[in-house]
């Protein structure tokens, strides 16, 4: 649909999508209606119409999105985190990111699985797709440093994006429910230290 | 209050938060009205706001009874697991639920906490309060393991709780979004690996 779009239309739609991530981030998807998005977004209700025929779709379009985005916002995407400085640097800003962060609420893909996971078939095939390819991405990655040698030979990288991507969602969870870095700090340092086991010699210490 | 009732009035509330569970399971916070707990429970609207006088005060009973419960139901509590094979067995348990529950849902602390986090302060302090009485007892664990010295010296046992507590919530999230088990036994495999780092002596394999 977006590439139908003229790019005046482009940028209403986008304004859209912006309002409701927004808002989401705040109130939730549940305490968010189209009313208060169109609102914030400063359009018609035929506008919105035009651009989203229901709740349910505006939510997908924001799920698709922040599948879209990096997992830290203002931080690489997944596929270039190919060096062991490099996955470092990206949970020191997912860190640095959550203190600032602190109570105001988020919209990311794992906060949207978090509330919607259980209620509606569609949203659920939309994060799936959404985290499988963040996973790819990270895949990419550890494949990278794999044929470099920095992992052994054998090493399963599925298990080790996983690892990653669940440590980042857990550790989100627990930060943004206990207003506190330090779960989400000790998640990273796991998974990340887990990685570091598979590297050829001392994979003792990360 | 609780202790204020009588016998049949403890039953009768443990019924309508046992129907509230289960309905919150499969439809979600949101998506789970007073109506239609009334009608689960098998009690009158009278009956159900003598117990709970707003669906305020029936989710944040949820959540504490969930908080009471144990994180991965049927198994210990986790002040029980005080040695590695107490905890790679309580990481199998979970793994085992979760290919059970394929698809049905669930409302855990990590579920509900997924939902109602961003959304309203009273139901983030139950949570926070849950997470943090897990997390004490998962230090118990850890301690009595450093105590014997199946742990070395000095080691953070914040950090190794929150480190598994992460995993489970995080694993838990991206198993019930993908409806595939591998990402919660990536997440408990790093959690554990982290875990055992800390033995003396060798700490690089669980």
């Keep these: ?13 986008e304004r859209i999508l912006q309002a409701a991530t927004e808002l989401i981030a705040r109130q939730g998807v ?12 400063g359009v018609s209700g035929s506008q ?9 779709a505006l939510i997908r379009a924001v799920i698709t999105r922040q599948a879209d ?21 990206w949970a020191d800003a997912a860190i640095e990111r959550q203190e600032q962060n602190d109570g105001r609420g988020d919209c990311t893909l794992g906060s949207l699985a978090g509330e ?11 994060l799936s797709n959404g985290f499988l390819r963040w996973q790819s991405l990270l895949n990419a990655s550890l494949l990278a440093m794999r044929d470099r040698g920095e992992l052994r030979a054998g090493t399963d990288l599925d298990e080790l994006s ?7 969602q857990g550790g989100s ?5 206990l207003r506190d870095t330090r779960p989400l ?9 887990y990685v570091h086991s598979f590297a050829p010699g001392d994979g003792t210490k990360p």
Aim: glycine letters at 6%.
């Design 116 to 126: 919607l996971g259980a209620a509606d078939e569609d949203s659920r095939a939309d």
């Design 173 to 177: 969870l627990l930060s943004q429910t």
């Design 48 to 56: 919105l119409y035009h651009y989203f025929d229901s709740k349910q």
């Design 162 to 168: 996983l690892a990653l991507l669940t440590a980042l």
């Design 69 to 89: 985005a990096a997992p830290v916002p203002d931080q690489p995407m997944m596929g270039t985190l190919d060096s062991f400085g490099a996955l470092r640097a």
């Design 1 to 13: 649909m977006t590439q139908r779009l003229t790019r005046k239309g482009q940028a209403t739609r």
């Design 30 to 41: 549940a305490g968010t209606g189209t009313e208060d998005v169109r609102k914030a977004a």
């Design 185 to 193: 700090r000790a998640a990273l340092n796991a998974a990340l230290a």
